[in-house]
Every structure is written in structure tokens, then in C-alpha cells.
């Protein structure tokens, strides 16, 4: 089995969801070459929500080049099943409903820090109670996995393995050469379970106590039952010396008229020998892998990559959109031949046109082409245009290589601006990890003023709320502000980010915006649009690597699509969608 790169979705991975895709495409062409039957994986996603990372990925025809849906999973156990059901259905909303799904990656956090010395004096060691949440979290993990349809689950990680400069241990093995609970707890697991299959979920025999149903072939059921901790419930930091010894006895039917008496422990216990039981919440069917065999028409050894001029655009909304500086941008479009033939081939385009495009070129076997100009959007609303773009050669088409395109600034001509009270300190609420902070209004500067210093090894950040109302918050597309940053090590960031919370209940969603620099530059982060749910609360921020940081925060404003109303600014109302057509 082949995984292709790692959570490419989060901030601090530069690649973009199409560059991404063109990446993935020659990967599974070449595992595929070199093994037909093996299983190959798209790169995994890790972010709790689905966002527009994701759908770009589906839309450059990630069903054609992954055998499975591949995603990391390190949130508390109370999360799983909502995060899961949201996963599936933006599967099936894309048309990928029966694909399997495969976490190749999970793990718990909530022991925090490791607090004993390894055998290597850089690496700190789990104590003993927090071995216990380890294999607590992954043994209870892999069970909650297949209730929400995982195909298939790989606890992280068995060698040992620290992250966070030494601080967090991970490994089911010791560095010592000794094995952890978890190894013992996980053998008991697949010892009982092993080759069986899970049903679904019982009634709960007793208020705290979880009990599951597996069947083998043969039709003999087995009852994997806990009681619930900390560890079941929380989804943040866990007292683990406070756990202790957990005993629940309760009456479990066998399914032949009797109760047999058990005690559930946090450690996981196996009923056995049971017949005829029926669940009160069925598991989740898992998906199928992929078949291997293109889409009829698609001939998917075709790849398309695409080169942007980085004066003429930039990319935005989290690596998923590319957005242009004018009305065009400097484009090549590279066609790659990963066949043993050559071929002819031009360009089809949606959404944009290409100078030069419609022209036939030659790729030699294994070899490339490149149709150079400049990208002009053609049609769409005015802010957003999915851009297809796809090679013909003869009867067949490549898969989709799907740019989204944002025209910003001719929305911004247009749009509904609304400027709340930004200057008022108490609008601002501190939420840092400084030592020391401050936030006021600066006269001179007709700016707010954040200023920060920290000491010691903690982690930088300062992400201070601005409270706005509702009805500012309504129908808003866009934050744009100023900012200029002094720094005791200028330019030189974690990430950059306003976080926002949504009406559906998404909390902290992390969107990036450019470095600060010590001039005033204008930002703009796009918050809504496009079916998201409402803004309800957001933060603007930063995470400096230097230790001490000011910076100014000037003329914030709040966009809204011209539907939302009037131009706040001069009065008028601008034209609809159809009247501004590009």
C-alpha cells in the first residue's frame, strides 16, 4: 500500500490543492505501473472540517487516482463520530459516497506533555498513567472507527517517536527496547476480535458503561464493552493521575433468555460465546477501494500541471483559490505523456481562455509540452471562476485540472463596505500566551496597537477577539484591514492567521494572510461566501517567532457581496450578479 505525501491541508504545507492533485495523478500512475493490485492513497487530510481545500481536490478528479479517501484523526474520542458523518457527507456529495475510508493515522493528545526521562536525555517518557490513556485512546479509538464505517485504522505510532522538542511521546514501544500497555491491550483486542466483524452499538447496560456487537462468519457474537472515563469524555487535556481504578458491574444478556453478570473496567472487556443480540445503533457499512478502471473517455495518462507568474496572482483561502493582481495572469499550462506513445494534443477550456490553447501540439512518449500565455476569466460570478482545463487527444480527455479563480478586485469596485467601530479598545478582547501585553488605541498612528513579550520556552501567539455584531457580521464575504509589524526578528512568523467561529457550531477555522511587513500593506481574508455557514466571533493574529513583537491594525472594514444592500460608503446600489458579468 502507497500513501502520497502527508496532510497536505494544513497551514504551514505550501503546496496548493491543484499542484497537489498533478503530484498525486503521477504518483498512482507510477505505484500502479509497478504493481497493478496495490492499493495507493492520496496524500492525507487532517483538518477537522472539510473546506475548499478538499472540494478543489474532488474537483480536479481525485476518484480517478485514489483507491481510498485518506485522512489523519487527532481529536478527543467525543468528536469522532460528528467529524466522521461530516466526512461522509461531503463524500457523498461529490459523488464519492461509497469510497472507502481509511484514518491512517490517529492518536490522543490529552495526556499532554511526557513528565519522566527516557533512556535519551532529549527525549522525555510517558509516566505510567499516561501509558494507561495511551492505550486507553487507541484500543477505545479503533473501535469508535469502525462504528463510523473506517475501513481500515492505523494507530500512530508503534516505534518509539517524540514530537514537540522531545515533549510528546507517541511510540507503543519504549526507548528502552520495553513494550507499553498498549502493545498487551491491542493483542487482547485482535485476539478476541480478530476476523469478526462490528454490528453496531447496545443499549447501554448501565448509564456510563459502552458495550459494541461483533459477529464472525459462523455467526458467533462477541460483546466488546468499557466504562467511560476521562478519557471517553473529554476532548482537551485529561487528569490522568485522577483516572484510577474504574469498576462498573452490570447485566449483559446472552441472547438464550439469561443475564450473565460483568464488571466494565476502562480497560476494554470481551463477552463471548453470545447469539442472536440486536444493536440499538447499527455501524456505519465501510466503503469499497477503488476499482482501478478509468472513467470511460478519461485517458488518465494524460497529467496536467499548471505554472502561475507570481506577480500576477497570489494564492489564498487556504492554498485552494488563486487570486489575480488584474483582468489576466501569466499561465502555462504543462501536458505530460506518461505513455509509451505519442501524442497530439490542445487544450478545452471553462471558465477562461489561454492564448495559444486551441493549437495542436506533439507530446513524445514520456516527455511534455507547454502552452504559454496569459489567463483571461470568461465567464462565472465576479468573484469566483472554476477554471477547467483539459487536454484532448482524439476521442479522449485528460482528467480535469480545476484552478479556482478569484477577480478580488474588481469585486472590491463593487461591493457592499461596512466599517464597524475597529479604533474602540473595548471592541478588542486580549487573548495571547505573552508574559506581558497590551492593546490601545494609537493616536499618532490613527491605528490599534498590540504589543507583546514573552519569556521562557512557551509558544508564541497573540490572537485577540474583535467583537462585532450581527448585523455587521451578516452576509459578510471579506475582512480587509491594514497592518504594518516591528519585531525583535522581523518577518519571521509561525503563521498569520484570523480565526473564525460559525453558526454551525466550526470553531477556531484557521485562514491565513500575508506577513506583515513594517510598512502599512493592505490585507483582505475572505471569512464567507459561497454557502459557508455565518460568522459568528473572530480573531486576527499572529504567531511570532521573536520575542518581542508590536503591531498596528488600521481602516478595518467588512465586505459584503452588492446583494447584501447598499454601498455603505457613497449610497448607491450597485448592479446584481448579471449586470457585472465580466
Same mark, same amino acid.
Request: overall charge neutral; proline content about 4%; glycine content about 10%.
Given at each position: 500500500?502507497?500513501?502520497?505525501?502527508?496532510?497536505?491541508?494544513?497551514?504551514?504545507?505550501?503546496?496548493?490543492?491543484?499542484?497537489?492533485?498533478?503530484?498525486?495523478?503521477?504518483?498512482?500512475?507510477?505505484?500502479?505501473?509497478?504493481?497493478? =493490485?496495490?492499493?495507493?492513497?492520496?496524500?492525507?487530510?487532517?483538518?477537522?472540517?472539510?473546506?475548499?481545500?478538499?472540494?478543489?481536490?474532488?474537483?480536479?478528479?481525485?476518484?480517478?487516482?485514489?483507491?481510498?479517501?485518506?485522512?489523519?484523526?487527532?481529536?478527543?474520542?467525543?468528536?469522532?463520530?460528528?467529524?466522521?458523518?461530516?466526512?461522509?457527507?461531503?463524500?457523498?456529495?461529490?459523488?464519492?459516497?461509497?469510497?472507502?475510508?481509511?484514518?491512517?493515522?490517529?492518536?490522543?493528545?490529552?495526556?499532554?506533555?511526557?513528565?519522566?526521562?527516557?533512556?535519551?536525555?532529549?527525549?522525555?517518557?510517558?509516566?505510567?498513567?499516561?501509558?494507561?490513556?495511551?492505550?486507553?485512546?487507541?484500543?477505545?479509538?479503533?473501535?469508535?472507527?469502525?462504528?463510523?464505517?473506517?475501513?481500515?485504522?492505523?494507530?500512530?505510532?508503534?516505534?518509539?517517536?517524540?514530537?514537540?522538542?522531545?515533549?510528546?511521546?507517541?511510540?507503543?514501544?519504549?526507548?528502552?527496547?520495553?513494550?507499553?500497555?498498549?502493545?498487551?491491550?491491542?493483542?487482547?483486542?485482535?485476539?478476541?476480535?480478530?476476523?469478526?466483524?462490528?454490528?453496531?452499538?447496545?443499549?447501554?447496560?448501565?448509564?456510563?458503561?459502552?458495550?459494541?456487537?461483533?459477529?464472525?462468519?459462523?455467526?458467533?457474537?462477541?460483546?466488546?464493552?468499557?466504562?467511560?472515563?476521562?478519557?471517553?469524555?473529554?476532548?482537551?487535556?485529561?487528569?490522568?493521575?485522577?483516572?484510577?481504578?474504574?469498576?462498573?458491574?452490570?447485566?449483559?444478556?446472552?441472547?438464550?433468555?439469561?443475564?450473565?453478570?460483568?464488571?466494565?473496567?476502562?480497560?476494554?472487556?470481551?463477552?463471548?460465546?453470545?447469539?442472536?443480540?440486536?444493536?440499538?445503533?447499527?455501524?456505519?457499512?465501510?466503503?469499497?477501494?477503488?476499482?482501478?478502471?478509468?472513467?470511460?473517455?478519461?485517458?488518465?495518462?494524460?497529467?496536467?500541471?499548471?505554472?502561475?507568474?507570481?506577480?500576477?496572482?497570489?494564492?489564498?483561502?487556504?492554498?485552494? =483559490?488563486?487570486?489575480?493582481?488584474?483582468?489576466?495572469?501569466?499561465?502555462?499550462?504543462?501536458?505530460?505523456?506518461?505513455?509509451?506513445?505519442?501524442?497530439?494534443?490542445?487544450?478545452?477550456?471553462?471558465?477562461?481562455?489561454?492564448?495559444?490553447?486551441?493549437?495542436?501540439?506533439?507530446?513524445?512518449?514520456?516527455?511534455?509540452?507547454?502552452?504559454?500565455?496569459?489567463?483571461?476569466?470568461?465567464?462565472?460570478?465576479?468573484?469566483?471562476?472554476?477554471?477547467?482545463?483539459?487536454?484532448?487527444?482524439?476521442?479522449?480527455?485528460?482528467?480535469?485540472?480545476?484552478?479556482?479563480?478569484?477577480?478580488?478586485?474588481?469585486?472590491?469596485?463593487?461591493?457592499?463596505?461596512?466599517?464597524?467601530?475597529?479604533?474602540?479598545?473595548?471592541?478588542?478582547?486580549?487573548?495571547?500566551?505573552?508574559?506581558?501585553?497590551?492593546?490601545?488605541?494609537?493616536?499618532?498612528?490613527?491605528?490599534?496597537?498590540?504589543?507583546?513579550?514573552?519569556?521562557?520556552?512557551?509558544?508564541?501567539?497573540?490572537?485577540?477577539?474583535?467583537?462585532?455584531?450581527?448585523?455587521?457580521?451578516?452576509?459578510?464575504?471579506?475582512?480587509?484591514?491594514?497592518?504594518?509589524?516591528?519585531?525583535?526578528?522581523?518577518?519571521?512568523?509561525?503563521?498569520?492567521?484570523?480565526?473564525?467561529?460559525?453558526?454551525?457550531?466550526?470553531?477556531?477555522?484557521?485562514?491565513?494572510?500575508?506577513?506583515?511587513?513594517?510598512?502599512?500593506?493592505?490585507?483582505?481574508?475572505?471569512?464567507?461566501?459561497?454557502?459557508?455557514?455565518?460568522?459568528?466571533?473572530?480573531?486576527?493574529?499572529?504567531?511570532?517567532?521573536?520575542?518581542?513583537?508590536?503591531?498596528?491594525?488600521?481602516?478595518?472594514?467588512?465586505?459584503?457581496?452588492?446583494? =447584501?444592500?447598499?454601498?455603505?460608503?457613497?449610497?448607491?446600489?450597485?448592479?446584481?450578479?448579471?449586470?457585472?458579468?465580466?
Amino acid at each position: 500500500d502507497w500513501e502520497m505525501w502527508n496532510e497536505v491541508d494544513v497551514d504551514t504545507c505550501p503546496i496548493t490543492a491543484w499542484d497537489f492533485m498533478s503530484a498525486v495523478k503521477v504518483a498512482y500512475l507510477g505505484c500502479k505501473r509497478g504493481n497493478s =493490485a496495490s492499493t495507493v492513497l492520496m496524500g492525507s487530510i487532517c483538518k477537522e472540517h472539510r473546506s475548499a481545500f478538499d472540494e478543489v481536490l474532488v474537483a480536479n478528479d481525485l476518484a480517478e487516482y485514489t483507491d481510498a479517501f485518506n485522512y489523519h484523526l487527532y481529536l478527543g474520542l467525543p468528536k469522532y463520530e460528528g467529524v466522521l458523518r461530516e466526512l461522509r457527507s461531503f463524500l457523498k456529495r461529490q459523488g464519492l459516497g461509497d469510497r472507502a475510508i481509511w484514518v491512517t493515522e490517529f492518536g490522543g493528545k490529552g495526556e499532554g506533555r511526557a513528565v519522566r526521562k527516557s533512556a535519551f536525555s532529549k527525549f522525555m517518557a510517558h509516566s505510567p498513567a499516561q501509558e494507561l490513556y495511551q492505550a486507553e485512546f487507541a484500543v477505545k479509538g479503533l473501535v469508535l472507527l469502525q462504528m463510523e464505517g473506517v475501513a481500515r485504522a492505523y494507530p500512530f505510532v508503534f516505534p518509539p517517536f517524540n514530537e514537540d522538542s522531545g515533549r510528546k511521546d507517541w511510540g507503543f514501544v519504549r526507548r528502552d527496547g520495553t513494550l507499553k500497555p498498549v502493545v498487551e491491550w491491542s493483542r487482547e483486542m485482535i485476539g478476541h476480535l480478530g476476523g469478526s466483524k462490528i454490528v453496531g452499538e447496545l443499549e447501554r447496560p448501565a448509564g456510563d458503561v459502552r458495550a459494541f456487537l461483533y459477529e464472525n462468519d459462523a455467526g458467533d457474537q462477541i460483546c466488546v464493552y468499557w466504562a467511560e472515563t476521562a478519557v471517553d469524555t473529554s476532548n482537551g487535556n485529561v487528569d490522568v493521575d485522577r483516572i484510577g481504578q474504574v469498576e462498573r458491574p452490570f447485566l449483559l444478556p446472552t441472547g438464550r433468555g439469561e443475564r450473565r453478570t460483568l464488571v466494565a473496567r476502562r480497560r476494554p472487556g470481551y463477552a463471548l460465546g453470545l447469539k442472536g443480540l440486536r444493536v440499538k445503533r447499527t455501524a456505519v457499512p465501510p466503503g469499497r477501494l477503488g476499482t482501478g478502471v478509468p472513467t470511460c473517455g478519461i485517458d488518465r495518462n494524460l497529467v496536467l500541471q499548471v505554472l502561475v507568474k507570481d506577480e500576477d496572482a497570489t494564492v489564498v483561502e487556504g492554498k485552494s =483559490a488563486l487570486e489575480l493582481k488584474g483582468d489576466a495572469c501569466g499561465l502555462s499550462v504543462v501536458v505530460w505523456n506518461f505513455d509509451d506513445q505519442e501524442k497530439s494534443v490542445m487544450l478545452k477550456m471553462k471558465g477562461g481562455r489561454l492564448e495559444g490553447s486551441e493549437r495542436e501540439q506533439k507530446v513524445p512518449p514520456f516527455g511534455k509540452v507547454s502552452f504559454d500565455g496569459r489567463l483571461a476569466v470568461t465567464e462565472g460570478s465576479v468573484l469566483r471562476i472554476p477554471v477547467e482545463i483539459r487536454a484532448v487527444c482524439d476521442e479522449d480527455v485528460s482528467s480535469r485540472l480545476t484552478l479556482p479563480i478569484l477577480c478580488f478586485e474588481k469585486w472590491r469596485r463593487v461591493c457592499t463596505e461596512i466599517e464597524p467601530d475597529w479604533a474602540n479598545p473595548v471592541r478588542w478582547c486580549r487573548n495571547d500566551s505573552a508574559d506581558r501585553s497590551a492593546m490601545a488605541f494609537d493616536a499618532s498612528a490613527k491605528a490599534m496597537r498590540f504589543e507583546y513579550h514573552w519569556t521562557g520556552n512557551v509558544a508564541h501567539w497573540a490572537y485577540p477577539y474583535l467583537e462585532l455584531t450581527k448585523d455587521e457580521l451578516k452576509d459578510a464575504e471579506y475582512l480587509e484591514f491594514e497592518i504594518r509589524a516591528e519585531s525583535d526578528r522581523p518577518g519571521k512568523y509561525g503563521a498569520t492567521l484570523v480565526m473564525v467561529d460559525r453558526a454551525d457550531g466550526r470553531l477556531d477555522e484557521h485562514i491565513g494572510y500575508e506577513l506583515p511587513t513594517e510598512s502599512w500593506e493592505r490585507r483582505h481574508v475572505r471569512i464567507g461566501g459561497d454557502g459557508q455557514a455565518a460568522v459568528t466571533r473572530l480573531r486576527i493574529g499572529l504567531n511570532p517567532l521573536g520575542s518581542d513583537h508590536v503591531h498596528w491594525i488600521r481602516n478595518l472594514k467588512v465586505l459584503k457581496s452588492p446583494a =447584501a444592500g447598499r454601498r455603505g460608503k457613497h449610497g448607491e446600489r450597485p448592479g446584481t450578479y448579471e449586470e457585472m458579468k465580466l
